[in-house]
């Protein structure tokens, strides 16, 4: 799992209403005939012009933002926000090493009397540059802001400055104006400075249709930098320059001040912390994690679990998807939650029940996830397989196996490995397992270690099956280091000696086949991504993947004969260079994503932590969309991990939206990070929220259900359109020619994911069924000339970003998101009252949701633990976690929704194990059936509502 700190080289990581008011009649599967029946609108043609490519996808329809009012506040740690243009301004710094210093523990909160905030950047714990922020009001609806930097040490930095980003996508086409110079945000990427200089005034306007401006007036002339960041992340940046390169006295203060006004008049407030607890706004939640059998929440019985796992045979990679052996020709889909450290060893009568519960609950696979630390536990090498952990880890797997959930896992997460066991001669264990995964790609000694390990694991025998590891077909794919790459790794392992004469050797090569391309490349090993040096070390990584890949591979068929399915490189910015790596060497496509993945303001792990906490959906919600562009369109693609993470109020619709996503691109597995971090959670009632695990998170357990309508059941069909961007293979004989940039592989038309099939390319043979955009076309034209204005037009999903809105239309599935308003879907018209919510129907049967006789309705609106604290009234700091009874925040929704015989339906109201609590007062209005489902409720919080219909 993915910290996603915000490192200079490492950015990127991790909706319309209508009621159809002539809904055809159709006969229902039962016989009957002139039903109401929700099927999904023909669509109309929708073009997304990619240069020359025209594709007719007529799915999705993406509408621009809207503005929002003039608002300014000062929160805790200084940070200045706008809510129009969305912005957020802070303190910060670079090294000379480009490490950027991060917000020390000891905030204040702003203190209202006077405007002012105080905190800290800070590098390590005598490394430190004090702040102090105010911010008042001035005249004319603008605002003042002073900041002052003040070392508590000597530093060496390269720079000392306020910044903000603005999101690449609504700000190309915009302008800037630095006094006299001016310029445009371009589509397509180039020189990394827009504008660099002392300026009075700087202006800076968004294009159409948002048309917001935003105008600093300097107390003195200033240097300013803009910045193309997107080879990076998907930003333009904006530095104020307090201080250049050199050294920084102790006690010595650096001083700038603004005037800043935007396009409409400015409400300056301070923000100050909120903690929740029950009351007219939060309604306490019991949370019953033992499914019901026979219950409207059991999915056991849908058909996504053929037991025992293996029956079929070893599961095979044929193209885009997964096979068995034994039923080839049937295209297979995993549904499934990773178990991390202690939650993957428990007794045999917790593991019986456990995988009863993941069968009902409807998952037909796991992820074993940092697991092998546990597996060596108390042994002083960290390879010798402890014997009663893996007495556990057995009879869990084996009660996977026996009930059909198919298995997957790493060779390497997070083993803690003594230096000198990796012939290292220093003292203590390898504290940042980066480091190590590194290593173990460029320093044979690592290699070893990961060798010895694998071998122990893989020929460890299954009393309860009788069967190795390596030979079990219900373990059937493997993913070699979990987020291993180089390209990710921290600073501290590109530094490291054994990585250094790694990109020494490499870089002679290169240079003996093409002097020219590679002699302006460093000896020592960058540290940045950027230009022609960051694309030597692109292809550097690569290159060493290549060959780690080839020889682990290896070791895996011809020493161990494994046949499961090999898989690597899954997290971090992918660039093109590794294509056509997976295409060679790799089974399947792995990669993870995050939405509100937590980062951490002073230790890694440890509180306050901070997350977006914005609604996905006024952005198109790229984060899925980017991941696609990772799949190779000939190979099977995978999510081992994804979240919309707690205590972020936007995850209730991150189940809808996932699997919609891997629905419509035609994904092959999901994991959900994760079902639990420890054992005692998976039982225990008063276990509080945290980030990942839905077993403690009501919420997001709930969210689950959509996915598994959608993606493993296949209520809604994959796009029909497709396009790969075609990878050119990179090296020749003679060293190939060294690119500008180092070339990420999701483009700045990502957002095309909703409306076509998109992935990669790496081969030479012709791809069937494909549209082919070669690489330079591709990444050479940008998202405003690739992405033509989309319009409403009607299909299965719309994505409203005006509305912050997801609206999702299928025959089995139907419903969606607001923050206000309502939701048309089809056969379900919701209409909201005070509060954001996800809501959607799904049948429980095989019948359409106008005809079936049971139905299962979810209202989601937040859930959050009691007592827990955020630093602001945003809830984007989280100061203090809480504890049980779980609350949720109180709303209604006005539910209609068109079925056969709405008169003869019951509504009942479910506790989150599918107990029925009590009937819910339901009555027809127009030949729909109507009720109102209430969060608040006297007996606890109403989430769940199943129809019976007689």
Not at 46 to 64: D, E, K, M, T, Y
Not at 172 to 182: H, L, N, P, T
Not at 542 to 555: L, P, S
């Amino acid at each position: 799992m993915i910290d996603m700190i915000d490192m200079i080289d490492m950015i990127e990581a991790r909706h319309w209403s209508r009621w159809d008011e002539a809904v055809e009649g159709k006969q229902c599967a039962s016989g009957s005939v002139g039903g109401i029946h929700a099927a999904p609108v023909a669509p109309k043609s929708l073009r997304l012009r990619i240069s020359a490519l025209i594709l007719v996808a007529g799915l999705v329809a993406v509408l621009p933002p809207a503005c929002f009012g003039g608002e300014a506040m000062l929160g805790m740690g200084g940070a200045l926000t706008l809510s129009e243009p969305a912005l957020e301004l802070k303190g910060s710094l670079f090294t000379k090493g480009w490490q950027r210093g991060v917000s020390a523990s000891g905030f204040t909160f702003p203190d209202e009397k006077n405007g002012t905030c105080a905190c800290a950047l800070k590098l390590s714990d005598k490394e430190q540059v004090a702040v102090k922020v105010k911010v008042v009001p001035a005249a004319d609806g603008a605002i003042h802001a002073h900041y002052t930097f003040t070392p508590k040490a000597a530093l060496e930095l390269n720079s000392l400055f306020v910044s903000t980003r603005f999101p690449a996508q609504k700000a190309i086409g915009g302008r800037w104006r630095a006094d006299q110079k001016s310029g445009v945000f371009p589509e397509k990427e180039g020189a990394l400075s827009l504008f660099s200089g002392k300026v009075k005034e700087l202006e800076i306007e968004m294009p159409p249709p948002a048309a917001q401006r935003l105008v600093f007036t300097f107390d003195e002339p200033t240097s300013v930098l803009i910045q193309d960041s997107r080879r990076w992340s998907d930003v333009f940046s904006l530095r104020v320059i307090v201080g250049g390169s050199g050294l920084y006295p102790v006690g010595k203060s650096l001083q700038v001040g603004f005037t800043l006004k935007t396009h409409a008049p400015l409400t300056l407030t301070y923000d100050q912390p909120v903690m929740l607890e029950a009351g007219p706004e939060w309604v306490t939640l019991a949370y019953e994690k033992e499914i019901v059998p026979g219950s409207a929440l059991d999915f056991s019985g849908m058909g996504f679990t053929d037991a025992p796992a293996g029956k079929y045979g070893w599961l095979k990679a044929v193209g885009p998807h997964f096979e068995f052996e034994g039923k080839p020709g049937v295209a297979q889909r995993f549904y499934g939650v990773n178990f991390c450290g202690t939650a993957n060893f428990p007794s045999q009568e917790q593991a019986d029940q456990l995988t009863d519960r993941l069968v009902r609950l409807g998952y037909n696979s796991v992820r074993i996830h940092h697991h092998d630390n546990g597996c060596v536990q108390g042994s002083p090498d960290a390879l010798t397989l402890n014997p009663d952990q893996m007495a556990r880890l057995d009879g869990f797997l084996a009660a996977c196996y026996k009930r059909g959930l198919y298995v997957t896992t790493d060779l390497y997460v997070s083993r803690r490995v003594a230096w000198r066991h990796i012939g290292i001669d220093k003292d203590g264990q390898v504290d940042d397992i980066q480091v190590l995964k590194a290593l173990i790609a460029v320093h044979e000694p690592a290699f070893q270690n990961w060798v010895a390990f694998a071998r122990a694991f893989l020929n460890h025998v299954n009393p309860h099956t009788g069967r190795r590891y390596a030979d079990e077909p219900g373990m059937p794919f493997i993913a070699l280091i979990n987020e291993g790459s180089i390209g990710y790794a921290r600073a501290e392992a590109r530094q490291t000696p054994a990585m250094q004469a790694a990109w020494t050797a490499w870089l002679a090569e290169q240079r003996a086949k093409n002097p020219a391309a590679y002699a302006d490349i460093p000896d020592t090993m960058p540290l940045r991504m950027s230009g022609r040096e960051g694309a030597a070390v692109a292809r550097f990584v690569a290159d060493i993947e290549a060959r780690m890949v080839a020889r682990m591979k290896a070791f895996l068929r011809d020493e161990i004969g494994c046949r499961a399915l090999i898989s690597n490189y899954n997290c971090g910015t992918h660039y093109t260079t590794l294509q056509p790596v997976r295409e060679t060497l790799y089974d399947y496509v792995d990669d993870h994503f995050y939405v509100d993945h937590p980062r951490f303001l002073d230790k890694r792990w440890a509180l306050p932590s901070r997350c977006g906490n914005e609604n996905p959906l006024r952005t198109g919600c790229v984060v899925p969309c980017g991941v696609a562009f990772t799949r190779l369109a000939n190979k099977p693609f995978t999510v081992s991990e994804y979240n919309f993470s707690g205590p972020g109020m936007y995850r209730g619709v991150g189940g809808i939206m996932t699997g919609a996503m891997g629905a419509l691109q035609d994904w092959s597995a999901l994991w959900r990070f994760a079902y639990s971090h420890r054992l005692e959670n998976m039982f225990s009632t008063n276990s509080f929220a945290g980030y990942f695990d839905v077993a403690t998170d009501p919420l997001s357990q709930a969210s689950d259900r959509a996915s598994i309508c959608l993606f493993l059941r296949r209520d809604l069909a994959p796009l029909s359109s497709r396009v790969a961007i075609h990878i050119a293979q990179q090296a020749d004989s003679k060293g190939a020619v060294l690119p500008e940039i180092a070339q990420r592989v999701a483009p700045d038309w990502r957002v095309a994911a909703w409306n076509a099939q998109v992935g990669t390319y790496a081969s030479t043979a012709p791809l069937a069924n494909w549209r082919l955009l070669p690489e330079n076309e591709a990444y050479a034209t940008g998202t405003v000339a690739c992405v033509a204005s989309l319009t409403n037009t009607v299909g299965p999903l719309a994505i409203d970003q005006v509305r912050g809105a997801f609206t999702l239309n299928t025959e089995r599935t139907m419903g969606g998101f607001a923050e206000e308003g309502s939701i048309s879907a089809g056969a379900l018209k919701v209409t909201l009252r005070g509060t954001p919510a996800t809501v959607w129907v799904s049948a429980l049967d095989d019948q359409p949701v106008t005809c079936s006789r049971r139905l299962l309705l979810t209202h989601l609106t937040d859930v959050q633990n009691t007592h827990v604290k955020y630093a602001d009234q945003a809830r984007k700091t989280l100061l203090v976690w809480g504890k049980t009874p779980h609350l949720v925040r109180v709303g209604q929704a006005e539910i209609a929704l068109k079925v056969q015989h709405p008169e003869a339906c019951t509504v009942y109201a479910l506790a989150t194990s599918g107990r029925r609590l009590d009937r819910v007062p339901a009555r027809v209005v127009d030949g729909a059936l109507c009720f109102t489902a209430d969060v608040a409720h006297p007996e606890g919080a109403r989430l769940l509502y199943e129809i019976v219909n007689e």
